[in-house]
């Protein structure tokens, strides 16, 4: 897809093509969940539904030769750059097959062929890879660009102010981009951040955009300024947005947390009643650049994704455990 023009909206197969990343995000976690609750996933999965918008707003911006981390809710952040959805579905099942050869799971699927550099299980150890990665595309001057992910408690970590000191200081191609959605494992953001985490951006004179991570034009067009103002070497870019997390920090939360509650069913339903994906799609029913047969088209192509993802790790073969050795230890076997 060609990114769009600095500060313009997404045309209309773009838009359409933002609304079908979105979904597929939706759908393949919506699988994950479930077979979490029947107690067939192996491992947990940290879920990203609710927050579609800012992965696909973002990555859609992307050329896959640009780079991007993420975090240990990392499925929205590699679909949404283009990565297999068959090669994560194998890979959070633990298989041969998966984009890791299901060594490395639901947190740390990557994929080097399309700029994903991995989601990642330390708290804001993204941040630090995405500097590197920026730092070599300045020195080989290749107008490419890095793009970190990370959430509101990473933005509490001692990295990321090594990591905004840095990019500016050597005027970085780095977006940074910070989904503020509300919690820390089960901790109100507020409990444990203080002040509005943009102003920290601020304090190093980065370029900054706040917008709503439920709205993916506005998502799109931040996008489209930073990366615009990155590649031509304007520097580092800061953008918060705003989202929430509706599924729990990860799934079998309920029986983890023994029923102890840490936020109520009412503001769960007043982020769901603002989902991005519904309120896209009414957007492009508006505007006439979708119908509802054009949308319910597209859920069809992804529930078929869906379900070829689900049968191509059904059919593939358990990893191969003992590669852990060679990966891991060099080839020395205990
Ligand atoms: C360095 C480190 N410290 C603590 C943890 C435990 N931990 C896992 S997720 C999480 C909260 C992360 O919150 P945030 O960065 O806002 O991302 P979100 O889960 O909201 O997407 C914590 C503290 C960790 N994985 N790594």
């Not at 067939?40 to 696909?56: D, M, R």
């Amino acid at each position: 897809m060609t990114p769009a023009a600095e500060n313009s909206g997404p045309d209309p197969a773009q838009s359409l093509a933002l609304y079908e990343r979105m979904l597929l995000i939706r759908r393949m976690e919506e699988k994950l969940s479930a077979d979490s609750a029947a107690g067939v996933l192996p491992g947990a999965v940290h879920l990203y539904i609710g927050q579609e918008a800012v992965a696909a707003g973002v990555c859609m911006q992307l050329e896959d030769t640009d780079w991007i981390t993420s975090t240990h809710r990392g499925h929205g952040h590699f679909l949404g750059k283009g990565g297999d959805p068959k090669a994560m579905m194998a890979e959070i099942w633990g298989k041969k097959t998966g984009i890791c050869k299901g060594m490395g799971g639901s947190m740390h699927v990557a994929d080097l062929s399309k700029g994903i550099l991995g989601a990642n299980g330390i708290v804001g150890g993204g941040l630090a890879i995405s500097v590197g990665a920026a730092f070599g595309e300045k020195l080989s001057d290749s107008g490419r660009v890095a793009v970190c992910f990370f959430g509101d408690c990473a933005s509490n970590q001692g990295v990321f102010m090594e990591c905004l000191n840095v990019s500016t200081l050597w005027g970085l191609p780095l977006v940074f981009v910070c989904e503020h959605n509300h919690f820390s494992e089960f901790t109100r953001a507020e409990q444990v951040t203080s002040g509005n985490i943009v102003d920290r951006a601020r304090a190093f004179k980065i370029h900054t955009a706040v917008v709503g991570g439920n709205d993916v034009e506005a998502v799109w067009k931040a996008t489209a300024e930073a990366v615009a103002r990155a590649r031509r070497g304007a520097g580092p870019c800061f953008i918060e947005a705003e989202t929430y997390r509706i599924k729990g920090h990860m799934e079998f939360e309920k029986e983890l947390l023994a029923g102890g509650a840490y936020r109520n069913q009412q503001e769960i339903d007043d982020w769901i009643a603002r989902d991005p994906i519904a309120r896209w799609g009414g957007k492009l029913i508006e505007r006439g650049v979708a119908t509802a047969t054009t949308l319910e088209e597209i859920a069809t192509r992804v529930a078929q994704a869906v379900l070829d993802a689900v049968k191509f790790s059904h059919d593939s073969e358990p990893a191969d455990t003992e590669l852990v050795f060679d990966l891991m230890f060099a080839g020395q076997r205990p």
